[in-house]
């Protein structure tokens, strides 16, 4: 296949994202505008293949990966801040090990955090974010920047921290560090989901500290205000005058403190020494930082871990960046999506049935064996190594020698290449339920015995020429499980014959077929790649088999619809034939595979 080709169908979303499930051992489905996964399959929307993003949407592919490969989803999570630790601790886990076992994944992955701070879907902590929300923010952001290594990531990082340690008790942000270590170390979903629980733990232990503190802070408050409420003996029977100066006194006392906020100390307090230590302990609460953002209170910070455990679901979003993205994609998909993409099923193998397939080889052997002789001649004809008359060379031509007279020195001969074949065929065999309907020349046949014939026949035939990699694969039923294996690139036709007689039912699911058989046809070495496909009518979607199609024969697949008794597949192929029996193949088809068989690129 020409180099120039490979950007249409190998670059197609469903191409791509299946042969990524493949590689990451994933359901992978084309979910036309929406990007989702349920713990089993990758949903993809139908971004174009020209979006110029698309290491994102791998990026993001190899992420879900991650999770349906390495997250037990039946791990408990608890809805509010344990859920939100658990996803943002599990994203470092999983990702680590994706990058473990695949390391390529590190590029991608790292192309979409690099696209999401670009863009704006990762921001910035800020003071008066909920505290949950700064508190997962802080840690999705310390695991990928430190754990996962992401590089863009530090400077959301380093903006986080300042915010957390003006939200937070200092005894938080020490024992949540020791904590994020640990999380690095994790192995599995269940212990991403105990060090949540020890992070709440932490916090719920941090948040009695704060309340026995600001307890005892207030007893001592009481007792170093006590004795300015006593009256003064020594001096109650010295007059006015001296009663009027303590009340002013007094009056001048409590304006102050009335002035004062929690946490907040006089300078001209003449309090006892517990006072003194907590107001230097307190010091920076309430205070400016070298920000100049004025820090929570002690009251505050006790709130904010109250905030914390209490956070609902509608309080903390620790995937906000992720599903910024999903909802990007699925809005490309939207606009400039391309509705025929279709999810390339997964083929099954259908029964082995010796007997009937041991039939059906005998029945076809008279036309495989001309039809093999034919395309075997053809080949021949092509392999000849003709010579080529040269001016220098190693071997005289000696019936050429008697041209030097004439002045010709040309009397070298030199082989021309040889040209092999080397191409991979994928035939599809259509067994929908109308191809039960009796054939026009033998009301006791069916349209789907010259289809099991005529795929037999040239697999076959086919299969004894060097070089040539055949395949048959028979659509029908749905769109859910549109394609039944015969037999696969690389495996003997002759042992899996008693895998055609496959029987009717169903629809045409033809573009279904056709990308599974793109799919299929992708993963050959050989050179060239041709498809032949048999039909008795129109598919399900006739404007999708026609893009699918269209799209294939772009990227140099030699496409060939063969009509069962009807011409209808020269609507949507630009070269077709019409067969009422297998004998017509040898007649018909002659000329059309010439091309694939013999051109060399």
């Known amino acids: 296949m020409a180099k120039q080709n490979r950007n249409t169908i190998y670059t197609a979303l469903p191409i791509v994202a299946t042969a990524y499930g493949d590689k990451f051992g994933v359901k992978v489905r084309i979910g036309q505008d929406v990007a989702y996964t349920d713990g089993k399959t990758i949903v993809i929307p139908n971004v174009p293949h020209d979006y110029p993003y698309m290491d994102v949407v791998w990026g993001y592919m190899a992420h879900e990966a991650a999770h349906v490969r390495f997250t037990d989803f039946s791990a408990p999570r608890r809805a509010g801040l344990h859920a939100e630790l658990t996803n943002a601790f599990e994203d470092c886990r999983i990702e680590r090990a994706m990058m473990d076992l695949y390391p390529g994944t590190a590029t991608t992955l790292n192309e979409v ?7 704006g879907h990762y921001s910035h902590l800020r003071d008066d974010e909920h505290p949950a929300q700064i508190l997962v923010g802080y840690c999705l952001y310390w695991l990928q920047a430190r754990a996962v290594g992401q590089p863009v990531m530090a400077s959301y990082l380093a903006t986080a921290q300042p915010v957390l340690e003006r939200t937070f008790p200092q005894g938080v942000i020490t ?19 105990y060090l949540a629980d020890q992070v709440i733990s932490m916090i719920e232990e941090e948040k009695e500290k704060e309340e026995e503190q600001q307890q005892q802070d207030q007893q001592n408050q009481d007792q170093n205000q006590q004795p300015q409420n006593v009256p003064n003996e020594q001096s109650s029977g010295e007059g006015d005058d001296s009663d009027e100066a303590d009340g002013q006194q007094d009056s001048t006392q409590e304006d102050s403190q009335q002035g004062k906020g929690p946490g907040q100390s006089n300078e001209g307090d003449d309090s006892g020494e517990g006072q003194g230590q907590r107001s230097m302990a ?31 679901a509608g309080d903390v979003d620790g995937d906000r960046a992720r599903n910024s993205l999903k909802q990007e994609l699925s809005q490309v998909a939207r606009e400039e999506g391309i509705p025929s993409y279709q999810t390339i099923r997964k083929g099954t193998d259908a029964s082995d049935d010796k007997a009937k397939g041991l039939e059906l080889m005998n029945r076809v052997r008279p036309a495989t064996s001309k039809i093999r002789n034919q ?12 010579k080529q008359s040269t001016r220098s060379g ?20 030199k082989p021309q290449e040889k040209r092999k074949p080397n191409t991979a ?10 191809m039960t309907r009796p054939t026009r020349s033998d009301s006791s046949r069916s349209l789907a015995d010259v289809t099991d014939e005529a795929c037999i026949a040239l697999a076959l035939a086919l299969d004894a020429i060097a070089h040539v990699n055949p395949a048959v694969t028979f659509f029908s039923n749905s769109s859910e499980s549109p394609v039944v294996c015969a037999v696969k690139h690389g495996q003997s036709v002759q042992a899996n014959t008693g895998r055609f007689p496959v029987k009717p039912s169903g629809g045409t699911p033809m573009a279904e077929a056709i990308w599974y058989a793109a ?34 024969e772009r990227s140099g697949i030699d496409v060939i619809g063969i009509g069962i008794q009807t011409n209808a597949p020269a609507t949507l192929f630009s070269r077709s034939i019409c067969i009422d029996a297998v004998e017509d193949l040898q007649k018909t088809l002659f000329k059309l595979m010439e091309k694939s068989l013999t051109t060399v690129d």
């Open 394 to 413: 190693k071997r005289l031509d000696i019936n050429r020698l008697h041209r030097v007279v004439a002045g010709d020195t040309r009397v070298f001969a």
């Open 425 to 434: 065929v994928h035939i599809l065999g259509d067994k929908s339920g109308s």
């Open 113 to 119: 955090a690099n696209y999401m701070a670009r863009v």
């Open 175 to 193: 024992r949540l560090s020791t904590i994020l270590r640990k999380v690095v170390d994790a192995e599995s979903t269940s212990d991403i989901c």
């Open 375 to 386: 395309l075997f001649g053809l080949v021949q004809a092509s392999l000849h190594c003709a």
């Open 282 to 312: 307190g010091a920076d609460q309430g205070a400016e930082n070298d920000s100049g953002i004025a820090s929570r209170t002690a009251k505050e910070k006790l709130d904010a871990l109250t905030q914390a455990l209490s956070a609902g």
């Open 519 to 552: 799919y299929e046809l992708s993963k050959t070495r050989e050179d060239r790649k041709m498809l032949i496909v048999l039909t008795d009518g129109e598919p399900n979607s006739s404007q999708a088999t026609k893009e699918v199609i269209d799209l294939c």
